[in-house]
């Protein structure tokens, strides 16, 4: 709760107290949950329009395994291993399933989530 109110998103906030929050999970390497191998085995890579995740850097997100991170004087590291294209990436991603259960879209990381209300709408009209 702590890192909710001061680091992400900061700024004070406190969820609801209607709020269900659950245990933290790995989402990629040797020990991701088995619905995010899943999805991640249904649709590899986002669908959002190639970007350089930040100034400076080398790659798009798309064709990016490792990044540089500037706090470890450029070195390459990796929370989990394996690291393989189709991996979840920093800091959210988001997946949209239809009504019966197959994966319809995967966003990046950069598509905001207010821009997923078209496709949720589209996905309920189907």
């Not at 009504?99 to 990381?109: E, H, I, M, T, W």
Request: charged share 20%; with cysteine; glycine share 8%.
């Amino acid at each position: 709760m702590n890192t909710l109110q001061y680091v992400r998103p900061g700024n004070g906030w406190k969820p609801k107290k209607s709020m269900t929050f659950f245990t933290k999970n790995h989402v990629n390497g040797m020990n991701q949950q088995p619905l995010y191998g899943w999805l991640k085995a249904e649709i590899m890579m986002p669908l959002d329009p190639a970007v350089l995740s930040h100034p400076g850097e080398y790659a798009a997100d798309h064709d990016l395994l490792i990044a540089f991170r500037s706090a470890y004087d450029f070195t390459t590291t990796s929370l989990w291993t394996p690291v393989c294209r189709s991996d979840i990436a920093w800091n959210f991603e988001y997946f949209l399933v239809g009504k019966d259960g197959r994966p319809l879209q995967r966003f990046g990381r950069y598509h905001g989530a207010e821009k997923v209300a078209p496709y949720i709408d589209k996905a309920l009209a189907m």
